[in-house]
Every structure is written in structure tokens, then in C-alpha cells.
């Protein structure tokens, strides 16, 4: 699942060194955090988050096939 | 298969009208193509359904001898269909700039590359296959359509196609950025996007004399961009109806209206 994620950020933003991808177990829900460089947030969000809802689609039928259930976070760059 | 040459493919009510559309379109003699009946068409169960014939046209290369080994996609080939292409261009208002990239097979193998790679990532198995669709549409470039078959793939395609949908877009988006130029990407799975096609076809001509018989418009069902396009080019050529779409997506609604 994180796999996904880091290769679509990756494939999709100019600055890949700033992207960093990490998973953490809530229960029974994979939380996963996406952060990139800010001038890549636009490339992973979309116009009206339509990257983002996109990966969440994919993301929620690769973490189905693990039977578990997965969200993801896009984080502001500190 | 020689998925490398120029195609077409062409659904109507009879096997026929198929062909002939198909000349047409392609602006090519009987005698230059090679023609595969993929549906004769036909009653559908109960009678209900009518499929819809459906055939390939592949232009023959030059070189083509009856009985011959089809050869792979020459300059000449691709030369031939963009002629073709671009009469029709020229009687379109709206021109593309890039003429359509026929015979790029780059193009097809990062297409079937950065789908697989997806799939792979989803832990999905699946074949991947990529190939060039020509189409009697000369508003858009040429589509490159990538199939994805497998057992069971449903779950690809998701409610009103979502996944499908998402999975399109995301692998658009990785393929424009890394061949620097923007492809019209196609990804199906099973068939769907075909039979889904057909379907709206149908639908579009039953509500054309639905608004004709009525005298009244015909709202459609919400629907995508995708499919509210195949719904106005399905009655482009009609006289009797203009449509329209109304509406903010998601929930943006064809409407057909009589004339």
C-alpha cells in the first residue's frame, strides 16, 4: 500500500527527494502520510483533490485485497 | 496479433452498416482493408437488448500480399491512415495541433508499462495490453486504449466505474509527465468501457425518439464526462434533436431536446 503511494507521488512530482511516504497501524486501519516538497502539493491534491480522492480510490482497493482498510494523509510540508 | 497496424473498429445495427460506416470513416475503398466480423450482432435474450454488430477494419499495408504475413506497421501505413484522418480533420472547426502519433509504439510500451506497474502495486495480477484506437472522432487525438484482463477484475471497475476511473486518470497523469506531452488514455478492463459504450448508444437513440414521439425533452441520469460525450456524438448527426448538458458534475445530466 505504501508502494502505491510512493510510486504515484514519485511518478507525479517535480521534487522526488522531498517525497516521503510512511504507514502506521490504527487498529484495523493503515494510516498512510504522504508528504512533499509545497511546490509539488498542488501535483499530489489536484484541482478539487482530484489526484488525491483518485489515490484514495486505489489505495482503499489495494488495502481490500490485503482485507484491510487504509486512508491517506497529505501533509503540509513542516 | 497484429495489434501494431491501423484499426478500426465500428459498431452498428448490422454487420453491413458496420463496414460501410467504417469505409467511410476511413475514407478507404473495400479492397484496402482487411474486415473481422467481431459480433455479428443480433437478438438479445428474452428479446430484450438487440446487440449491435460490431467489425474491424485494418488497413493493409502496401506491401501486403494476398495470403501474405501482415507486416508490421510501416511509414507508409501510418501515412495513409493520417491522410485519412486529416480529410476528416479539415471538415471539423476544431484542429488539433499534434496530428495523431500512429505507429509511436514508445508511447504504447510506457502506457503498458506505468498501468502494469499500478496493478502490480495493488497486488492485482493481470495481462496488460496497449494499442492505438482510431476513431471516427477527429476532435480528439488518436486514443491509446490499455486492456487489463484477468480473473475476476470487478473490483477494478468499482461503482459507476470509479476505480476504473481513478485508475485512468492517476495513469494519464504518469504517462503525460513522462513522455513530456499529453496521450488520451483509455484503460478498461474486460471489455467494460465497450459494452458500456454500446449501451449508451442505445440508450441515446431510445431517448432521441422518446423526445421526438413526446414532443418533450429528455433528461438523462447523471454521468461523467466520458459518457455524456459518447451520448452527444451518438446524436451529433441526428436532425430531429440538439442535446445538451445541464448541471454541475457530479451530477451534470444530458439532455435531449426535439427540434
Known amino acids: ?19 516521503r511516504v510512511s504507514q ?55 | 496479433m497484429n495489434d501494431k497496424r491501423t484499426n478500426l473498429e465500428i459498431i452498428a445495427p448490422s454487420v453491413e452498416e458496420a463496414i460501410e460506416k467504417g469505409l467511410n470513416d476511413l475514407g ?15 437478438k438479445g435474450l428474452f428479446g430484450l437488448g438487440n446487440r449491435q454488430a460490431r467489425v474491424r477494419l485494418t488497413i493493409k499495408s502496401e506491401t501486403d500480399e494476398p495470403g501474405a504475413e501482415p507486416s508490421p506497421t ?10 485519412a484522418e486529416q480529410a476528416l480533420d479539415a471538415e471539423e472547426e476544431e484542429l488539433d495541433e499534434e496530428p495523431p502519433f500512429l505507429g509511436d509504439d514508445y508511447v504504447l510500451d510506457v502506457a503498458r508499462d506505468v498501468v502494469s506497474e499500478l496493478l502490480e502495486k495493488m497486488k492485482v495480477r493481470a495481462d496488460v495490453t496497449a494499442e492505438y484506437v482510431p476513431t471516427s472522432d477527429t476532435r480528439s487525438r488518436v486514443p491509446v486504449r490499455v486492456n487489463i484482463n484477468g480473473d475476476d477484475l470487478s ?9 476504473l476511473n481513478a485508475l485512468q486518470y492517476i495513469s494519464s497523469l504518469i504517462i503525460n509527465k513522462e513522455i513530456g506531452r499529453s496521450v488520451h488514455l483509455i484503460v478498461d478492463v474486460e471489455g467494460y468501457r465497450l459494452r458500456r459504450e454500446n449501451q449508451l448508444r442505445q440508450l441515446a437513440r431510445r431517448m432521441a425518439d422518446q423526445a421526438v414521439s413526446t ?26 434533436v440538439e442535446t445538451e448538458s445541464i448541471g454541475e458534475d457530479p451530477r451534470r445530466k444530458v439532455t435531449v431536446i426535439p427540434q
Open chain 2, 155 to 163: 473490483y477494478l471497475i468499482g461503482r459507476q466505474a470509479e476505480t
Open chain 2, 28 to 42: 478507404m475503398p473495400r479492397q484496402s482493408v482487411d474486415i473481422e466480423i467481431l459480433d455479428e450482432g443480433g
Open chain 2, 74 to 83: 510501416s511509414a507508409g501505413n501510418g501515412d495513409t491512415f493520417l491522410t
Open chain 1, 24 to 78: 502506521y497501524r490504527r487498529g484495523s486501519n493503515v494510516e498512510i502520510r504522504l508528504q512533499v516538497a509545497k511546490e509539488d502539493m498542488g501535483r499530489v491534491i489536484g484541482k478539487r483533490g482530484r489526484v488525491a480522492n483518485s489515490m484514495r480510490n486505489l489505495l482503499r482497493v489495494a488495502a481490500a485485497r490485503e482485507g484491510q482498510r487504509a486512508s491517506l494523509d497529505i501533509m503540509e510540508p513542516k
Open chain 1, 1 to 19: 500500500m505504501q508502494d502505491l503511494i510512493e510510486y504515484i507521488a514519485l511518478s507525479l512530482v517535480d521534487d522526488p527527494l522531498q517525497v
Open chain 2, 215 to 240: 414532443g418533450r425533452r429528455q433528461v438523462l441520469e447523471p454521468m461523467p464526462a466520458n459518457e455524456r460525450r459518447i451520448v452527444h456524438i451518438e446524436l451529433r448527426d441526428n436532425p430531429s
